[in-house]
């Protein structure tokens, strides 16, 4: 079955992935694929692996063994700060924005840079149509009132989002989210998810979540780790009849 | 009780003016430093203090921008300095190079010392950044300690003195302490001028990118660790500057100009006037050197004075006196 998803219809795809931390194996020889334009999530209890597997595709560092590939060529050890320009995005787990900048320079540094990383001479203060872009992004999150106000500022949730403003400024092809809800009321879950899924029409999307229900909604295909393996994938109406992962996830409690 | 409100509002209306003018400086912070500046030596003691706090305050600047505006700590900032003044030294003593070419050189002596510690130094983080650049500064002191038919070794380099300057249109004496002033001030306003272009620049802005948050920096594809190599030499070419400008006023080059006490005061002026601020290192680098120079009048036990000053400013007035003075501003 993975043999034939191996095609030239593979935008990403982690080939036999092992990580260890010290002696603690947290991933073993996971190869999973992620077709273009897709919502994937990846899911599974606590401790699964989720974490791991969404830093090795993001690139926050390489895998003990194993290989990432994207668009076809091989990205496992890229430097961090060359995936933006690859055209992937990420947001973090923990948020992750520069707090005593306003929202609106935190999504203009972003933008920024894709063009000018080392221009030390022209003021900043010409850069107008890099605050326009800056603004849309923010109207599009749903930060319309808030562009000028300090990130440290905002609410958790709408620091969230100022997050996913600043990962689509490189405009990227491919967006992965660390549990993009972490910490969010229900009501900022609903609005987030909303997002979620508009960003989804339009680029690929990868998302790792452990609450299941949550997910089951909006994506198109579910990857399902367990204890650092690979446990099941599919669609969700698949993944909820899968009989394993029914079991994994009810001797977890109900998620 | 109803003297009070009076009293207050009419406190208010004056504090206001105050703060107007606090931001006003802010605002326009280059020619707030060049406004000050040009009427220092009139309010100063002597004028050889002022020329001091123009040079200090040029590295206490040049210092900032690695530490203020990057966030990240050096303890080798004397190396710049040092070296700043020793290249435009030697040019002068053992070339008889001309004052233009030798603080040149000195400039680009300074740049070339930040370019290879900071290609050692700058893949430590944090406490171990500031420890290796305290012993590369150090492996420099004793390097150039040791080339005494250079440098004059123990006794420092003397001699480096430059008369008359003729510029064609005018020509003076740097013997003449206000000539001597303003002629420093020259070179530092063209620094402020310059230094402000770079922060007001989008590099300036990755600078602030990293010091708030390294990880998201580098997200948004930042190569942090160029950008703090290139930010480190910047730095070290203003520090340098200022050390070239310092031979020139002493007309020796000391070798404490090296030394590692020299990078604890670039950190306690910075401290002192506000990190992270335009106009802060020149007010740290100003109150260090007039509570050094009133201290030393009173007793030989000065630097325990200074060392108390210190702690009480770190303890209460953590964003130092410039800081403290723009937040209460802005409140
Ligand atoms: N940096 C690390 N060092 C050591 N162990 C780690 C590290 N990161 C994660 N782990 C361990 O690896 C396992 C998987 O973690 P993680 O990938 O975060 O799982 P999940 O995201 O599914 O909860 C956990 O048991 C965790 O304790």
Known sequence: ?255 | MSEIPMNTGEMQVSGRRLSDLVKLVARHRVIAVLAFMSVFPFIMPYEALAVNILIYGLFALGFNMVFGYMGVLSFGHAAFFGMGSYGTGIAIVHFGAPWPVAIGLGVVVAGITAMIMGAMAIRSRGIYFAMVTLALAQCVYYLIYQMSDWSGGEDGLTGVTIGEIDLGVVSFNLLDPTAKYYFMFTFVALAVFIFSRILASPFGAVLEAIRENENRARACGYNVQLTKWITFVISGLFCGLAGALNAIHLSVVPIESLHYHLSGQAVMMALLGGMGTFFGPFVGAMAFLLLEDVITLITIHWQLFLGITFMIFVLFFPKGIWGSILHWVSR
Not at chain 1, 236 to 245: F, G, W, Y
């Open chain 1, 1 to 255: 079955m993975n043999s034939i998803s191996a095609s030239a219809s593979d935008f990403l795809r982690a080939e036999h992935v092992t990580m260890r931390y010290g002696g603690f194996t947290a991933l073993s020889d996971v190869s999973v694929s992620f077709p273009k334009g897709q919502l994937t999530a990846i899911i599974g209890p606590n401790g699964a692996g989720k974490g791991t597997l969404f830093n090795v595709l993001s690139g926050a560092f390489p895998p003990s063994e194993g290989k990432v590939i994207y668009e076809g060529a091989d990205i496992t050890g890229t430097p961090q700060h060359k995936f933006a320009r690859l055209g992937i995005a990420k947001s973090f787990q923990i948020t992750n924005v520069f707090p005593q900048l306003s929202a609106q320079e935190n999504v203009r540094i972003a933008i920024q840079a894709l063009s000018c990383r080392y221009d030390i001479w022209s003021p900043r203060s010409g850069l107008k149509a890099m605050q326009e872009q800056a603004a849309q992004l923010l109207d599009m999150v749903g930060l319309t009132d808030h562009h000028h106000r300090l990130a440290a500022n905002l609410a958790h949730g709408e620091q969230r989002s100022l997050e996913i403003a600043m990962a689509l400024a490189c405009d990227p092809r491919l967006l992965l989210l660390d549990e993009p809800t972490a910490g969010m009321s229900p009501e900022e879950t609903v609005v987030m998810m909303d997002l979620i899924t508009q960003l989804a029409s339009e680029r690929t999307v990868i998302l790792v979540e452990h609450k299941m229900k949550l997910v089951m909604g909006i994506c198109n295909r579910l990857i399902v780790l367990h204890h650092g393996e690979f446990l099941a994938e599919g669609t969700p109406d698949d993944i909820r009849n899968n009989d394993e992962v029914r079991r994994v996830y009810l001797g977890q409690g109900n998620h």
